[in-house]
């Protein structure tokens, strides 16, 4: 299965994008947490991206694609994946378009999530991420099971600083401007499922995601 979840930041793309990966056993790829992981190694194209990424501004379109086309060259990305927060913008949007033509694949599902504005603005601030392996949880929708520590690998949680209010502020208006015009990019190709998100659980927002893609019956 290949997929596309995208919507305003903090519509659940990152915690269902990761639920997919674990059930179905497909590469989950966020070009966010990607970046991340750079910044913390202090790597060259970390500290290229880092003052972007801390104050909630887009990494230019030519340096995600040269990312993404070199994990698509990767193996184990021909058995499936989920792209998460990847294409922000029309221009990634038609790059990918082009990567995918050449590897000979097709989509099987483009998904738009949303929400109420002041509940991104909620999920957003109460939202965990593990110091050692970047999963993603949520103090109020998906909580861990001890407080401060991955379910996952045992390691310490904290909160991103684009996650801060000013931050999270910068984000949603750069969403508005570059990212939207996606939902008519993706609706005129016929390709766009839209699920809203809001006052969901996680369990309760992956049951419509399967819906949406036809995997379970309502």
């Not at 379109?61 to 990312?67: E, F, L, R, W």
């Not at 000013?166 to 016929?190: C, F, H, N, W």
Request: with cysteine; hydrophobic share 35%.
């Amino acid at each position: 299965m290949r997929l596309i979840l995208f919507g305003e930041p903090g519509s659940g793309k990152g915690t269902l994008s990761a639920m997919l990966s674990h059930r179905l056993g497909i590469n989950h790829i966020s070009t966010g947490n990607l970046f991340r992981s750079e910044i913390a190694r202090g790597t060259e194209l970390g500290r290229e991206v880092g003052s972007l990424i801390t104050e909630g501004r887009l990494v230019p379109d030519a340096i995600v694609i040269s990312v993404v086309r070199g994990l698509f060259e990767s193996t184990d990305f021909h058995k499936g994946f989920v792209l998460d927060g990847f294409p922000r913008t029309l221009e990634q949007a038609r790059d990918l378009d082009e990567l995918l033509h050449a590897h000979s694949w097709t989509l099987d599902g483009i998904v738009f999530l949303k929400a109420e504005r002041d509940e991104l603005v909620r999920r957003l601030s109460s939202r965990r991420v593990c110091r050692s392996c970047a999963a993603v949880f949520n103090t109020i929708t998906y909580p861990t099971r001890q407080e401060g520590v991955c379910d996952k690998c045992g390691g310490g949680l904290y909160q991103r600083e684009d996650d801060a209010a000013d931050a999270v502020k910068v984000r949603l208006g750069v969403y508005e401007k570059q990212t939207a015009p996606m939902i008519d990019y993706y609706s005129r190709k016929g390709l766009l499922k839209l699920i809203d998100t809001t006052g969901d659980d996680a369990e309760k927002s992956y049951a419509k995601l399967m819906m949406a893609l036809g995997k379970i019956k309502g």
